[in-house]
């Protein structure tokens, strides 16, 4: 089995990196075994002149107090903070040459394995800032699929940037159709649902939809992400939970947007189509390909659609509203014993304020943040890694390379490392 897996691989490079790349990749001087040499110039290395290598983060990793302290004193230091930004400018200009900009950055541009190739994946990734390439760096895989919405608002050397750099993948796009996007209001909703119908319309048969924000991050590589789509055997995971009294004026109230912030109008909502009950959730969903579908073709997922419209953070119900309708696929029924939380979901781990407290506590969800907090949501920092990498959830949420730039840094490290071990 092995040498038909090296095999196969082979073949893959072959038509990746051409006849000539592999004659003079072949012809390196080898020393020594290292079970990542096949794919070495992939590897994130130490050797890499950036500022953020003088951070242990093998200790990091394993919560080594000196190592998280030193990592600490970094995040406030000025000088730091300015290395590590990369400018628009060097996106623009990097992408001009686009096997050179591949290369350089280290991206994927070969499936690793077969059983990765046989089950893409498709991205709704929705972004306003540069940053966003770490993140497309570490989820990117040629089989996969990804829908890129930049914000309207956004400046035009973050659009710039961003869609310099899409122009570089056969099977990275923008959205056809950009909102400005409203903190609190639909056009959030409407953003993914834009990449919904652009994803599902495309030729790549991908099996499950994952939607991302840019201060999202990835805590398993591409094949253990596709491994645990496929123990799900075509069912979804997501937050969907009866709604809480404290949320039900979002959903029973009219708003509106008033100069780009949303407001409430002083009028009651009709209640729901089809009566049906809305639950409570999150923006962020794994789906199947079926419930992409059904989201929009479905007159009662169509008609849920136009009666959130006006709503208070029509994200934190619309998904979870749609997981419990009968006959969607990978639906659960809309009996609370069906209830799932975003602990045991494993779309995203969030680390909510007012649930952190000390271990043992009877009352404490998480641990303290290590970073600092935006919203009551944790902004995670170096200190946090450790608890992030033992969690059972694909992705994370909130990172923030402005702020804490190391985190980033050693979970890409971790992954990569971990990605071509697995080869």
Same mark, same amino acid.
């Given at each position: 089995?092995?040498?038909?897996? @090296?095999?196969?691989?082979?073949?893959?490079?072959?038509?990746?990196?051409?006849?000539?790349? +592999?004659?003079?990749?072949?012809?390196?001087?080898?020393?020594?075994?290292?079970?990542?040499?096949?794919?070495?110039?992939?590897?994130?290395?130490?050797?890499?002149? +950036?500022?953020?290598?003088? /951070?242990?983060?093998? &200790?990091?990793?394993?919560?080594? $107090?000196?190592?998280?302290?030193? &990592?600490?004193?970094?995040?406030?230091?000025?000088?730091? @903070?300015?290395?590590?930004?990369?400018?628009?400018?060097?996106?623009?200009?990097?992408?001009?040459? /686009?096997?050179?900009?591949?290369? $350089?950055?280290?991206?994927?541009?070969?499936?690793?394995?077969?059983?990765?190739?046989?089950?893409?994946?498709?991205?709704?990734?929705?972004?306003?800032?540069?940053?966003?390439?770490?993140?497309?760096?570490?989820?990117?895989?040629?089989?996969?699929?990804?829908?890129? @919405?930049?914000?309207?608002?956004?400046?035009?050397?973050?659009?710039?940037? +961003?869609?310099?750099?899409?122009?570089?993948? %056969?099977?990275?796009?923008?959205?056809?159709?950009?909102?400005?996007?409203?903190?609190?209001?639909?056009?959030?909703?409407?953003?993914?649902?834009?990449?919904?119908?652009?994803?599902?319309?495309?030729?790549?048969?991908?099996?499950?939809?994952?939607?991302?924000?840019?201060?999202?991050?990835?805590?398993?590589?591409?094949?253990?992400?596709?491994?645990?789509?496929? $123990?799900?055997?075509?069912?979804?995971?997501?937050?969907?939970?009866?709604?809480?009294?404290?949320?039900?004026?979002?959903?029973?109230?009219?708003?509106?947007?008033?100069?780009?912030?949303?407001?409430?109008?002083?009028?009651?909502?009709?209640? %729901?189509?089809?009566?049906?009950?809305?639950?409570?959730?999150?923006?962020?969903?794994?789906?199947?390909?079926?419930? !992409?579908?059904?989201?929009?073709?479905?007159?009662?997922?169509?008609?849920?659609?136009?009666?959130?419209?006006?709503?208070?953070? %029509?994200?934190?119900?619309?998904? &979870?509203?749609?997981?419990?309708?009968?006959?969607?696929?990978?639906?659960?029924? %809309?009996?609370?014993?069906? *209830?799932?939380? *975003? !602990?045991?979901?494993?779309?995203?781990?969030?680390?909510?304020?007012?649930?952190?407290?000390?271990?043992? $506590?009877?009352?404490?969800?998480?641990?303290? /943040?290590?970073?600092?907090?935006?919203?009551?949501?944790?902004?995670?920092?170096?200190?946090?890694?450790?608890?992030?990498?033992?969690?059972? @959830?694909?992705?994370?949420?909130?990172?923030?390379?402005?702020?804490?730039? +190391?985190?980033?840094?050693?979970?890409?490290?971790?992954?990569?490392?971990?990605?071509?071990?697995?080869?």
């Amino acid at each position: 089995m092995k040498l038909l897996k @090296h095999g196969w691989l082979l073949l893959k490079l072959t038509v990746a990196l051409g006849f000539l790349g +592999i004659l003079s990749l072949l012809s390196r001087p080898k020393i020594g075994w290292d079970p990542t040499y096949r794919f070495s110039w992939l590897e994130y290395t130490d050797a890499e002149d +950036i500022p953020e290598k003088v /951070c242990n983060c093998s &200790a990091i990793l394993q919560g080594e $107090s000196e190592a998280v302290e030193q &990592a600490k004193i970094l995040t406030i230091t000025k000088d730091f @903070h300015k290395s590590v930004q990369i400018p628009d400018e060097y996106y623009i200009n990097a992408t001009q040459d /686009c096997r050179e900009f591949k290369l $350089s950055r280290k991206y994927l541009t070969f499936p690793l394995s077969q059983e990765e190739e046989e089950f893409p994946l498709a991205y709704s990734m929705v972004v306003h800032h540069k940053t966003f390439e770490r993140l497309l760096r570490a989820i990117y895989a040629p089989q996969n699929i990804y829908c890129v @919405h930049v914000d309207k608002k956004s400046e035009a050397s973050v659009f710039s940037a +961003i869609s310099a750099i899409t122009s570089c993948f %056969p099977n990275v796009f923008m959205v056809s159709k950009a909102v400005n996007v409203v903190y609190a209001a639909w056009p959030r909703v409407q953003a993914d649902l834009n990449c919904m119908a652009d994803l599902y319309n495309a030729k790549t048969k991908w099996k499950y939809f994952i939607n991302l924000c840019g201060q999202d991050f990835p805590l398993k590589t591409n094949l253990e992400i596709v491994r645990a789509l496929r $123990s799900l055997k075509g069912g979804n995971s997501l937050e969907s939970e009866k709604l809480p009294e404290e949320k039900q004026r979002r959903v029973s109230n009219v708003y509106q947007i008033v100069d780009g912030k949303i407001q409430e109008k002083g009028k009651t909502k009709e209640p %729901p189509p089809f009566n049906l009950p809305i639950m409570s959730g999150n923006a962020y969903i794994v789906v199947n390909r079926g419930y !992409i579908r059904s989201v929009l073709e479905d007159k009662r997922v169509l008609a849920l659609i136009e009666w959130a419209k006006d709503t208070y953070s %029509p994200d934190e119900f619309i998904w &979870a509203t749609i997981q419990r309708i009968p006959g969607v696929p990978g639906s659960t029924l %809309p009996n609370r014993k069906y *209830d799932m939380t *975003d !602990i045991n979901a494993i779309a995203r781990l969030v680390k909510w304020q007012s649930h952190e407290g000390p271990l043992g $506590s009877l009352e404490t969800v998480y641990p303290v /943040c290590q970073g600092h907090h935006v919203r009551s949501i944790c902004v995670y920092g170096a200190g946090d890694l450790q608890w992030l990498l033992k969690q059972h @959830h694909l992705f994370a949420n909130k990172f923030d390379t402005e702020t804490d730039p +190391i985190a980033v840094y050693c979970l890409e490290k971790y992954l990569r490392q971990k990605t071509l071990l697995a080869t």
